[in-house]
Structure formats: C-alpha cells, structure tokens
C-alpha cells in the first residue's frame, strides 16, 4: 500500500486533515516511518507542518518555551539549556537526535520518552491549538489525541535542582531499562522542601512517584533520611516487560537508582 505526504503551512490545515481515518502526523520520523518500514498498514498518509514557531527555542526570565519541532540535538547544544542537555543526549545517538522532535517524544511508548520524563518532573506544559495543559493531563489522553501538539514549556530549573538519569543496557545509545527525573527544592540547610520525581518504563508512559516525593520533603540528601522515599518508590507502578528487562527486574532496581540519583 502507498504512504501519502501531505505538508502544510499552518498548525490549522494540518489539524483538520490529521481529522482524516489514517493519517498520522510526521515530525521527526524515528517511530512513525520506521512502524512503516516494518509493515504498520493503518497509516495510509503522514502530515507535516513547516510553520517555523514549532522550531523555535525561547529562552527568557527563567522560562522556556521549546517548539513541538525542535530536535534533541538542538537542545543538547544551546547554551542556555546545559541543564537539559542529558535528558536529550538520552534520546538514541546521533543521528537519531538529530530527527527526534520534542512533540514526537511526547507520544514515544515505552522505554522510548526519555525526554519526557524530564519534562514531567519539570511540571511542564504542553500547548496545541485549543490552548494548554499540564503533561500529566496530556499524558492520560495522548492515546486519544488528534490535534498537533505546538509547544512545550517550563521553567529552566537550576543546576543543582535538577538530576536526570537513564539506565541502559548498552552504551551509549541503548533503549532504557529505566530513566528517573527529578526537580528538588532545598531550604538553607539542604532540607528538602518540594519534589517532582518522574520515571520512565515504569508503566506505558511516564509517570510520577508521588509517594516517593512525599517521603523526601523534610529530608535531607543522606542515605538514611531517603530511605523511606527509596521504599516507597515503587507505590503505584507497573513497570513494562520487553527484551531489555523484564518488569520484575525494573522495580527490583529502581530504588538503587533513585538512591543513586539522589545522592549524586
């Protein structure tokens, strides 16, 4: 069967055609052709959009703004996003980064969505025509979304507020076995005072730990205050199977990593 490829000018056109029984929309590629590639014939035709905002970076008074078409490797090298830079190397190699798109990485299934889970202990917000959300309420619905995701947002954490770490089997590129974002707030005496905790492969998309971050505030970083974080770590999960791990195995070790994360 023939793929058609429709390009559009406009987040408008390309929403109303996307309306359309087996259209998917294009952005950079990595899961949508290669599912083609492999014989996925529920897609007769793709959707891309050249308006230029969905490439666009901003970056001003501490907020972020990230086009749905902005690429891993984009933000890996701006200067003003160092911070973020390891959640996007995460994302495959390079040639991978180079494709793979901020609104693509927001639909990737598990263990894809490195990014994203960074983006959901960020508490950042995902912007479409009709308006915005917060990534947590995308999340929930994204198996039912039918418009073009345009942005995301949120505010550029500092440096020592925010960890991310991906596990994988094979360096340097390997599919997650986990990945873990955190954005921590500390009192003067390095007591916690708010967390998000974001983990990847620890269900079909990523998800917070809430009963972890309520464990950690009023902590500090020692091995022992974060022991009952680590403990409740896996309240709530439902980690996924596949050939790099097996979901008893991802919730065997996801609180050796989050301690790990933790303690820097």
Not at 75 to 90: D, F, K, Y
Not at 172 to 192: C, E, M, R, W, Y
Not at 199 to 220: S, Y
Request: charged letters at 15%; aromatic letters at 4%; a positive charge.
């Amino acid at each position: 069967m023939s793929l058609a490829l429709q390009t559009f000018s406009s987040v408008k056109d390309a929403n109303a055609a996307l309306q359309a029984a087996g259209t998917r929309y294009l952005g950079g590629g990595t899961l949508v052709v290669r599912a083609a590639n492999e014989g996925d014939v529920s897609v007769s035709s793709l959707i891309r959009v050249t308006e230029p905002t969905l490439s666009a970076i901003s970056v001003s008074g501490g907020k972020v703004r990230l086009g749905a078409s902005v690429t891993m490797a984009a933000i890996a090298r701006h200067p003003e996003l160092a911070t973020l830079a390891p959640a996007a190397r995460a994302v495959g190699g390079p040639a991978i980064r180079n494709m793979a798109t901020v609104g693509g990485n927001l639909f990737a299934p598990a263990p894809y969505g490195d990014f994203t889970v960074a983006l959901l202990a960020l508490d950042a917000s995902v912007a479409a025509e009709a308006g915005e959300m917060p990534i947590e309420t995308f999340l929930a619905g994204r198996d039912t979304s039918r418009a073009v995701v345009t942005a995301v947002s949120f505010s550029l954490p500092k440096a020592e507020s925010f960890r991310f770490l991906k596990v994988s089997r094979v360096k340097p590129k390997g599919v997650s076995v986990l990945s873990i974002a955190a954005h921590l707030q500390f009192a003067t005496d390095g007591t916690v005072t708010s967390a998000r905790i974001a983990l990847g492969c620890m269900a079909d998309r990523p998800i917070r730990a809430k009963a972890a971050e309520e464990a950690l505030l009023g902590c500090k970083l020692t091995s022992e205050e974060i022991a009952p974080a680590l403990a409740a770590a896996a309240e709530g999960i439902s980690p996924i199977t596949d050939p790099i791990a097996s979901a008893w195995y991802r919730a065997e070790v996801l609180p050796v990593h989050l301690g790990r994360l933790l303690l820097g």
